[in-house]
C-alpha cells in the first residue's frame, strides 16, 4: 500500500494525457514517486475563500462545479461586476437610479476582493449551469456576505441573476424572439426587487433567486399582463371531457379529505376531526368512479360513473401543462388576461410545436373559490376565476400566500392590518370569523386537435 502525504491543501492541478484533460481532482502526492503533473491553476479552497469573505457557517459546496468554475476563472477581471456591463444592459432592465447606484457601489466592493471575485464566479456557474430544482435547494442558500457588503448584502443574489443575461439575450436572438417580450419578461426582475425592498425597510435585495431562475433561463415568458410557463400538471384530480363537447367532469383523487361544504381541508387540519370525509376513486377498465367537484372546487358526496366510451380523460398527474403566473401590476382585466391567453396559445404551438399542452392552469391564492363570495361579481379577480375549473391544491390553514401578496407580508397583529381596500377587509374579517384562506387551482382545457381554449361553461356545476 502506497504511503499518501497529508493533501496538497492549496492546488488543484489539471493532468495532461495523451493531450487530453483530465477531470480535476484534488492532488495527493506520494512520497515513493516523483510528481508527474502539470500544475496549471493555483485555486483557493472554497472554505478558504468563505472565511475570508467573514462567512461563519457551514455553506453546502458542490465541489465539482467549484472546481469546474475556477479552471475558467477570468484572471483579468469578472466582466459582470463592471459597471459598463451593467450599462449596457439598462435599456432592458429600466432601473431607476438609486438602485442602479446601489449596484454600483456593490460591484465596487466585489471587485475590490479576490475571494469575492472568486465567489461569485463560482456562483454564476452554479446559476448557469444547473436545473431549477438545483437552483432551488443551492442558490436559496448562499450565504449573505454581510461582513463585506453590509447593507447591500441582500443584493448579491442580484449580480448573480444579472450574469445570465447575455445567455438570455442569445437565446431570444436565437429563437427570433422579439425586444419586447425580452424587456416585458425582465420587468419582474425589477418587480422582485422593489418587493424586497418595501418589505425590508427600504434596503435593496433579491430574494427569489430560484423564481428569476425561469426567466433568465427561458422558460417563463411574459406575454402581454400575464406570465406563462411549462410545466407538468402535478396535482390529485383527474378531468374527463365528453367525447367532441365543451362537457368536462372533474374527479377528485382518492382519499383527499374535504370538510362538511366539500371544500378541501387544509394539511395541517386533516387531523382535526372538523368533520372531514374523504374522497374515493376507482378507475376500472371502461370506468371511472368517483366524487365530482364542481367548478368551484367543491367536492359533491354524490358519486358519478363516467363510461370511457363516452369520456376522455384529459388532464392528470404528469400532463403537460401551461403555467398561468400572474405578476404584480395593472389591474386584472379580463380583456388583458385573454389577451394573454390567446397569445400563450399561439406563442408556445410556435416556439414548441412538438409538446401537447393539454390545459392552462394557474395556482394562487386568486383562485380561493371563497373570494366569490367575498367580492363582488364585477371583481377582477372574480371575474379571473370565471373562466376556470377550480380545483383544490394542498395548503397550510396560516400559509404567508395571501399575507404575501395582500398585506406586503404578514402583519404582527390582524386587528390592527390595514383594512383600505374592499379585499383586505373581506379577509381580515373571514380570519378573525376563524376562517382560513385556501390557496387554490384552476385549468382551462386546451382542444388537444385545434388548440383552441375551452374555459369553464358559465353557469355549469360540474
Ligand atoms: C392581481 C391583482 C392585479 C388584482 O387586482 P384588481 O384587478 O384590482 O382586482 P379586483 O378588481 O378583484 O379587486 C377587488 C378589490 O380588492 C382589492 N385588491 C385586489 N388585489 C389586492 C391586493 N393584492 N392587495 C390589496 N387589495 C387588493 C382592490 O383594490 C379592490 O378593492 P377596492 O374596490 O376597495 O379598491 C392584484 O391583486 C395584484 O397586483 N396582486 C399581486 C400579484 C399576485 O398576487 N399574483 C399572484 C401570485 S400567486
Excluded at 493532468?15 to 496549471?40: H, I, K, Q
Excluded at 418587480?191 to 435593496?204: L, P, Q, T
Excluded at 401578496?405 to 404582527?412: E, K, L, N, Q, T
Amino acid at each position: 500500500m502506497p504511503k499518501l502525504c497529508s493533501p496538497v491543501s492549496r492546488l488543484w492541478v489539471r493532468f495532461e494525457t495523451d493531450g487530453r484533460r483530465g477531470a480535476l481532482s484534488r492532488l495527493f502526492l506520494r512520497e515513493d514517486e516523483p510528481f508527474m503533473g502539470v500544475v496549471v491553476h493555483d485555486v483557493p479552497l472554497p472554505d478558504e475563500v468563505l472565511t475570508e469573505l467573514g462567512v461563519q457557517r457551514y455553506v453546502q459546496i458542490d465541489h465539482e462545479s467549484w472546481a469546474a468554475s475556477q479552471s475558467s476563472f477570468p484572471e483579468g477581471g469578472v466582466d459582470f461586476l463592471q459597471d459598463a456591463y451593467l450599462l449596457s444592459y439598462i435599456s432592458l432592465l429600466r432601473l431607476p437610479k438609486d438602485l442602479i447606484e446601489a449596484f454600483f457601489s456593490v460591484f465596487r466592493t466585489l471587485r475590490a476582493s479576490p475571494a469575492a471575485q472568486r465567489w461569485v464566479w463560482y456562483c454564476q456557474f452554479v446559476f448557469a449551469q444547473q436545473s431549477g430544482e438545483t437552483v432551488t435547494r443551492v442558490c436559496s442558500h448562499w450565504p449573505e456576505l454581510t461582513s463585506l457588503l453590509g447593507e447591500h448584502a441582500p443584493m448579491f443574489t442580484a449580480v448573480v441573476a444579472l450574469s445570465a443575461l447575455p445567455r438570455m439575450v442569445a437565446l431570444y436572438r436565437e429563437k427570433g424572439l422579439p425586444d419586447s417580450i425580452l424587456r416585458d419578461t425582465l420587468s419582474d426582475f425589477l418587480i422582485v426587487m422593489e418587493d424586497y425592498r418595501d418589505k425590508h425597510a427600504g434596503r435593496w435585495g433579491l430574494s427569489l433567486i430560484d423564481w428569476l431562475y425561469y426567466h433568465f433561463t427561458g422558460k417563463l415568458f411574459k406575454l402581454g399582463r400575464l406570465q406563462f410557463k411549462p410545466g407538468t400538471f402535478g396535482q390529485d384530480i383527474r378531468v374527463f371531457r365528453q367525447n367532441g363537447a365543451d362537457e368536462v367532469r372533474v374527479l377528485s383523487g382518492d382519499g383527499v379529505a374535504y370538510d362538511q361544504r366539500g371544500l378541501r381541508i387544509p394539511a395541517d387540519k386533516e387531523d382535526s376531526g372538523l368533520g372531514v370525509w374523504r374522497a374515493t376513486l376507482t378507475l376500472e377498465p371502461g370506468v371511472a368512479c368517483g366524487h365530482p367537484l364542481t367548478t368551484d372546487a367543491v367536492c359533491q358526496r354524490q358519486m358519478v360513473r363516467l363510461s370511457l366510451d363516452e369520456w376522455d380523460e384529459v388532464l392528470a398527474r404528469g400532463a403537460k401543462i401551461l403555467e398561468v403566473h400572474i405578476p404584480k401590476g395593472d389591474r386584472l382585466t379580463s380583456k388583458s388576461c385573454w389577451e394573454s391567453y390567446n397569445w400563450a396559445v399561439q406563442f408556445y404551438a410556435d416556439l414548441c410545436p412538438e409538446t401537447r399542452f393539454m390545459a392552462l392552469t394557474c395556482e394562487s391564492w386568486i383562485l380561493d373559490p371563497q373570494l366569490r363570495r367575498m367580492l363582488s361579481p364585477s371583481a377582477n379577480i372574480v371575474r379571473f376565476q370565471n373562466d376556470y375549473h377550480q380545483y383544490p391544491v394542498p395548503f397550510i390553514s396560516d400559509g404567508d400566500d395571501i399575507f404575501d401578496y395582500v398585506f406586503d407580508g404578514r402583519p404582527a397583529d390582524l386587528a390592527t392590518a390595514p383594512r383600505d381596500t374592499r379585499l383586505r377587509r373581506a379577509v381580515l374579517d373571514h380570519l378573525a370569523a376563524g376562517g382560513w384562506m385556501q390557496f387554490s387551482g384552476g385549468f382551462m382545457l386546451l382542444d388537444p386537435d385545434t388548440g383552441r381554449l375551452i374555459p369553464r361553461r358559465r353557469g355549469s356545476t360540474c
